[in-house]
């Protein structure tokens, strides 16, 4: 198969599981297929998938992430010992662990092609990460709490694994338990990493946009967590602060001092 054989392949699929979509058409522009398949993807449920599902998926993953330009944490230089910052797209960078930004039910976002994160990254890691989270929480019984973490393998995305954790809410005024729970998502974090013998990890500006923390003062937060948990472990684990927005950039030049 080719990409749009694949594309199509997988469309299709999709749409035969659910009875409502059985009439819908396939639009005929590649941008259009990959919307509307980015979408079924999006709403899937944490169901059952047979072995050639996963084997067209993964090849259709694989040959959209050839296409892109991947980047490899030895092309980067540190800021600071052990501390880099990257401005791009985290589901492209190669690294140990990159870290997921989840919610409470820590099953990806299904808002068709939202522009959060969580979307992202499970777009691109394909079903599988969507059944593994299912199952941590199947065994785990209850909505994961705030300030935690989990890992799972990263499936098709070029970093080994994905840590998930679930960033506080803000609701109106920034309170002092909103940063302390950030905080304990980043040292939940480390700590996960370093229990399973990580040597880097990529952390996302977790808890900004849709949970509406304060860039800075999350930006602040995280930068102090990480240098407070590095001093206190003497640990030799890399740390990358990864920025899509020109605005968290400049904050993390200036809190690093990089500029």
């Known amino acids: 198969m080719n990409q749009t054989e694949r594309r199509l392949f997988l469309i299709k699929k999709l749409l035969s599981e659910q009875s409502r979509y059985h009439d819908m058409g396939i639009p ?3 941008p259009e297929q990959k919307r509307l398949l980015r979408s079924l993807l999006n709403i899937r449920m944490p169901e059952p998938v047979n072995d050639e599902f996963l ?4 090849a259709y993953l694989q040959e959209e992430l050839r296409c892109k330009r991947i980047t490899e944490l030895s092309s980067l230089t540190p800021v600071q010992e052990g501390i880099y910052l990257w401005q791009g797209d985290i589901t492209t960078l190669a690294c140990d662990a ?3 930004a989840a919610n409470s039910q820590m099953l990806g976002c299904f808002c068709p092609c939202h522009g959060c994160i969580d979307n992202a990254i499970h777009t691109y890691a394909g079903v599988q990460l969507r059944l593994a989270c299912a199952d941590l929480m199947e065994q ?7 300030g935690k973490a989990k890992i799972t393998p990263a499936f098709n995305l070029p970093c080994r694994y994905v840590l998930h ?9 920034l309170t002092k338990k909103d940063k302390e729970l950030l905080a304990s998502c980043y040292r939940s974090c480390l700590a996960l990493a370093e229990n399973n013998n990580l040597r880097n990890i990529a952390f996302c500006c977790i808890s900004t946009g849709e ?4 860039n800075d003062k ?6 102090q967590t990480v240098k407070e948990y590095r001093q206190e472990t003497h640990t030799n684990m890399e740390v990358i602060f990864n920025v899509f927005k020109d605005e968290d950039y400049k904050i993390y030049r200036r809190l690093l001092g990089a500029d």
């Open 28 to 30: 005929e522009e590649e």
């Open 55 to 58: 084997a067209v998926q993964d």
């Open 98 to 100: 990159i870290v997921n």
């Open 140 to 146: 785990q019984g209850h909505e994961e709490e705030t």
């Open 165 to 173: 954790t679930v960033g506080p809410i803000v609701q109106g005024g």
């Open 211 to 214: 949970f509406h923390f304060p």
């Open 218 to 223: 999350a930006a602040e937060i995280a930068v």
